[in-house]
């Protein structure tokens, strides 16, 4: 059974940070492209940033520069370091997991972020 725990979310004042992370299990950790999507109140879900099991990365461009993907395959573990956070990152951030060769993905709950004065 896929489980992802996912931590750090909350309440931040523009220009603050955050580190989010998820913790996975029940995948073999380091086939999976690991990355973090996003849904604000009213909106689409949208990929905030991915991360392939070589390290390479993926960044939607409202975040380049800002945000920093990065994964410990030891600990089955994706973080999403946030700074210069901006009340427009306000959103459910969520955890994907993807095995590209077979289609398979697999999301976690969310973790709310929001910013805010």
């Known amino acids: 059974q896929v489980q992802f725990v996912e931590s750090g979310g909350g309440l931040v004042q523009p220009g603050g940070s955050l580190r989010l992370s998820c913790a996975a299990s029940g995948i073999f950790f380091n086939d999976y492209v690991m990355g973090w999507y996003r849904q604000a109140p009213g909106k689409e879900r949208e990929l905030v940033a991915d991360i392939a099991s070589g390290d390479s990365t993926n960044y939607a461009g409202s975040v380049k520069g800002r945000f920093t993907i990065s994964r410990d395959n030891a600990k089955n573990t994706v973080y999403l370091q946030m700074n210069s956070l901006k009340p427009e990152d306000t959103a459910v951030y969520v955890c994907?997991?993807?095995?590209?060769?077979?289609?398979?993905?697999?999301w976690g709950k969310g973790t709310l972020v929001t910013v805010s004065s």
């Open positions: 994907n997991a993807r095995r590209l060769i077979y289609g398979w993905a697999y």
